[in-house]
């Protein structure tokens, strides 16, 4: 699998652009295609969609391509993930495996989970 | 084996006395490690690095903060006259902020790497052309991450793609006390060719600081402790005895004391560039020594006093007192009187103001009154290296150097200061009290004058009007200068005279 990108959107939400319709927002940094990078990448995706299924917004940022955004995200280690929605805002170090440790640490509502 | 005979390049850091005890600089192209205890100034150092490569060499830096924020870095190094949002502005100085995110809940699940940090520093080289990188402190990489056996791995990898971007660098690394272990948390072994020690010890009382070339991998420094402060405006300013170097051109030239007498006494006055140590007891005229001397231009050139026991106003008085103007000299700008309580800075400070003072105003004769003021602000080993320090100072400048030093005893006696200075001076002048009859004398003897025949009588001196009056020498006195003055009769002294000549001249 190739993974080259410089910013991957994947967006399941049907509401008109521009608008964040998503209840769950979350930025993935990863360096370059490492296993440890599509590892990470795969975990979230499947987190997400057994979890909040088309109710999900991912940007996936390679560091190397765009090492701006990784100065401005003060990003120290890959992978990265950053949840920014919904509040409060929490960071994730490492490949994602763990799932039950990232539920717990990303707080997601789970009611609404079960939905 | 090409190998052995290639030399490592150095890269001149321009931060004063380190290029001369690193033989030119830093190792190019590689990393190097500066360890310290808390508050041993590393991050000065770091940032000092950054910060004359830009001012002297225009070459653009990248610092990486792991501890501080920028903006804290940005304010606290201000203070040493670093502009550092100018020099961001002007893409010479680049922060890669690395330093723990406060705002936002981190956590650790599962594998990661640094890849993030190294893509930002990788960028922040490429974007500025930068040649030098500072990271400080990579220890508290430490405290932000738990493995550490995963930290340790990535920062071993990181050094090895530094070496990759062809940066030459300063990594600091905590330690937990001065001697001992290089580092906490073994970080040595990634940059591990190269370690710097600063240290920052208690003795009697008196911080002492002091940087250490531990090992430079495959090029030569100098060993040992060198001593070091750190000044507003400039940061690390070191004091390397090795500009002691007994190179100095040796000059012929005589200057005068400003007594007659006493330049007769010297065989024609001082040298040009010796260095001069007058002993006496309090009162014995070591001021007035001192103020004859700075009166005196001779050569055509200027004077410079430091004074560490009496004011300004003081001296000024005292000298006008002896029939000489200072107020008028300094107008003339012949004279500069600077005048400190030693208590007011550490010895390492008061050098470097010395120095400062004395290449702004270019004197062609120093006067320090008096040495022994010093010491009592200072530990042995740290008054040695000042004085070796001042010495070489004056010596590379072919500036004659006048130095007193108070004896603890009214008759006779050695001072502390004289031991350490003694060898090093090429002139000693002792003012001594004799009593005789119930009544104190003043004496005055040339101890040693190297390169020059002198006269070794002890001669009687006065104080007048006209200052310091050198007479005749003592006569039928032994034991002047052991303390012990003693008056002989004629027919023994004549006796004493003989006792050395051999068999055939007796009578």
């Known amino acids: 699998m190739q993974l080259r990108f410089l910013r991957v959107d994947f967006s399941t939400q049907t509401s008109a652009p521009g608008v964040p319709m998503s209840e769950h927002y979350f930025k993935l940094y990863v360096m370059g295609s490492s296993s440890r990078s599509s590892s990470a990448i795969d975990n979230l995706k499947s987190f997400c969609e057994e979890f909040m299924p088309s109710n999900y917004h991912l940007s996936i940022i390679d560091v190397l391509e765009d090492p701006k955004s990784a100065e401005l995200d003060k990003i120290f280690a890959t992978p990265t993930l950053i949840k920014h929605e919904p509040p409060p805002v929490r960071r994730l170090i490492g490949d994602l495996a763990d799932r039950e440790q990232v539920f717990r640490i990303l707080n997601i509502d789970k009611p609404r989970v079960k939905q | ?507």
Request: proline letters at 2%.
């Open chain 2, 1 to 507: 084996m090409t190998a052995l005979t290639t030399t490592f390049e150095k890269l001149e850091t321009g931060i004063e006395g380190l290029d001369q005890i690193a033989y030119g600089g830093l190792p190019k192209g590689r990393a190097t490690l500066v360890g310290g205890t808390a508050g041993s100034a590393k991050t000065v150092l770091a940032a000092q690095f950054l910060a004359k490569g830009i001012t002297e060499f225009n070459q653009a830096g990248v610092f990486v903060t792991f501890e501080e924020s920028p903006a804290d870095l940005r304010r606290n190094m201000s203070g040493f006259g670093w502009n550092i949002s100018e020099w961001e502005q002007q893409k010479l100085w680049t922060f890669v902020d690395a330093s723990p995110v406060k705002d936002q809940y981190t956590a650790v699940t599962g594998e990661f790497d640094f890849g993030g940090l190294l893509a930002r520093i990788k960028h922040a080289i490429k974007e500025t052309n930068a040649t030098r990188l500072s990271m400080d402190s990579i220890g508290a990489v430490f405290s932000q991450f738990d493995s550490a056996a995963i930290v340790r791995r990535e920062l071993f990898s990181l050094a090895e793609s530094l070496k990759d971007m062809g940066v030459t660098s300063v990594v600091t690394a905590e330690r937990t006390h001065d001697f001992g272990e290089i580092s906490r948390f073994g970080v040595e072994e990634f940059v591990a060719d190269n370690v710097i020690l600063l240290r920052n010890v208690l003795e009697e009382e008196k911080r002492r600081r002091t940087l250490e070339i531990l090992k430079f991998r495959g090029t030569n420094h100098q060993k040992g402790e060198c001593p070091f402060t750190v000044i507003g405006n400039q940061g690390l300013a070191l004091l390397p005895l090795s500009s002691m170097e007994l190179t100095q051109r040796s000059s012929t030239k005589r200057i005068s004391s400003g007594i007659e007498t006493l330049d007769k006494m010297c065989g024609g006055g001082f040298f040009q560039d010796s260095i001069i140590l007058i002993s006496g007891a309090t009162g014995t005229g070591k001021s007035l020594t001192t103020s004859h001397f700075v009166n005196d231009d001779n050569e055509g050139g200027r004077s410079m006093l430091f004074g560490f026991e009496e004011s300004r106003d003081q001296l000024i008085r005292n000298a006008a007192g002896w029939g000489m103007d200072f107020a008028a000299r300094e107008k003339e700008g012949k004279l500069k009187i600077i005048c400190q309580y030693p208590e007011t800075a550490a010895l390492e400070d008061h050098l470097i103001r010395m120095q400062e003072a004395i290449d702004e105003f270019k004197p062609t004769r120093v006067a320090i009154d008096s040495l022994s003021a010093l010491e009592r602000i200072s530990v042995v080993k740290n008054f040695r290296e000042f004085v070796l320090s001042l010495s070489g100072t004056l010596k590379r400048r072919e500036i004659a150097g006048l130095l007193t030093s108070t004896t603890p005893s009214l008759l006779g006696g050695q001072s502390v200061t004289e031991a350490h200075i003694s060898t090093i001076t090429d002139s000693i002048i002792l003012l001594r009290y004799v009593e005789m009859f119930g009544e104190m004398k003043r004496g005055l003897t040339v101890l040693k004058m190297r390169g020059s025949k002198h006269d070794k009588n002890i001669r009687e001196f006065k104080i007048d009007e006209h200052g310091l009056g050198i007479g005749k020498p003592f006569a039928n006195v032994t034991g002047i200068l052991s303390g012990n003055p003693m008056h002989v009769k004629e027919q023994e002294l004549n006796r004493l005279e003989t006792i050395f000549d051999d068999g055939d001249h007796r009578r």
